[in-house]
């Protein structure tokens, strides 16, 4: 069955450094996987999601991810992060009818 | 487009008392999902409404957390009695449909049991 894993359960990066987040998923068939963000304060809202297609996926405010089929992998990036990206970053993929989410990494940014 | 609603935003109990948590999906949002989410772990399912019938509900604790989803719309989530591990975050989700779709998440409901 499809799962996923992170690695990274807290990183600490200085503003205006390069961000990539480990996911690793489980193989299953067809691969379908999202990265879910929760700022402080609000709600967990989706920031990128891969079904089919270009592997290199865009998604809100400059992130990035790469479906890499080989390495079993969809690495979340950002070539420049910035302090208002402090938050958690959930790797998630859908299993039967629901989504299976892995464990978080807190992305803490220093101005 | 509102989103979906929880309430209450936190609670505080007794061990061996009972809470409920409500929640109001986004309109026209046939699937509703239940989710604890323990600090420092990513969120786990409790039960999946698909209109008002359930879909699965393997990770819900029936011996004390029951939940209905009335009139495939609103839903309440029962704890009775808590226990201290029960202290959660308890989210409520909701999408279109079941499956790889977008869920649209709550601002969640934080339950410390003492």
């Known amino acids: 069955a499809q799962s996923v894993s992170q690695h990274n359960h807290h990183v600490i990066l200085s503003e205006a450094a390069s961000l990539e987040l480990g996911c690793n998923y489980s193989?299953?068939?067809?691969?379908?996987l999202f990265w879910y963000v929760q700022y402080p304060g609000q709600h967990l809202q989706l920031l990128l999601k891969?079904?089919?297609?270009?592997?290199l996926v865009k998604g809100i405010k400059g992130f990035e991810a790469e479906f890499i089929k080989s390495k079993f992998s969809f690495n979340l990036r950002k070539p420049s992060v910035q302090w208002s990206d402090t938050a958690e970053y959930f790797c998630?993929?859908?299993?039967?009818?629901?989504?299976?989410f892995g464990k978080g990494t807190r992305l803490h940014i220093l101005p | 487009e509102a989103g979906v609603a929880q309430s209450p935003r936190y609670k505080i109990i007794e061990k061996r008392q009972s809470v409920a948590f409500w929640c109001n999906p986004i309109?026209?949002?046939?699937?509703l999902y239940w989710y604890q989410q323990i600090l420092g772990q990513g969120p786990k399912l409790l039960i999946q409404f698909q209109n008002n019938g359930v879909v699965d509900d393997s990770q819900l604790p029936k011996d004390r957390f029951s939940a209905e989803r009335l009139k495939g719309v609103d839903s309440t989530l029962k704890i009775q009695p808590a226990k201290l591990e029960d202290s959660a975050v308890y989210l409520c989700?909701?999408?279109?449909?079941?499956?790889?779709?977008?869920?649209?998440f709550g601002p969640g409901t934080r339950l410390t049991v003492t």
């Open positions: 891969y079904f089919s297609g270009d592997p």
């Open positions: 309109s026209g949002h046939a699937t």
């Open positions: 998630a993929v859908p299993r039967d009818d629901k989504i299976i």
């Open positions: 989700a909701s999408s279109l449909a079941s499956g790889p779709y977008e869920q649209y």
């Open positions: 193989y299953g068939g067809t691969v379908n």
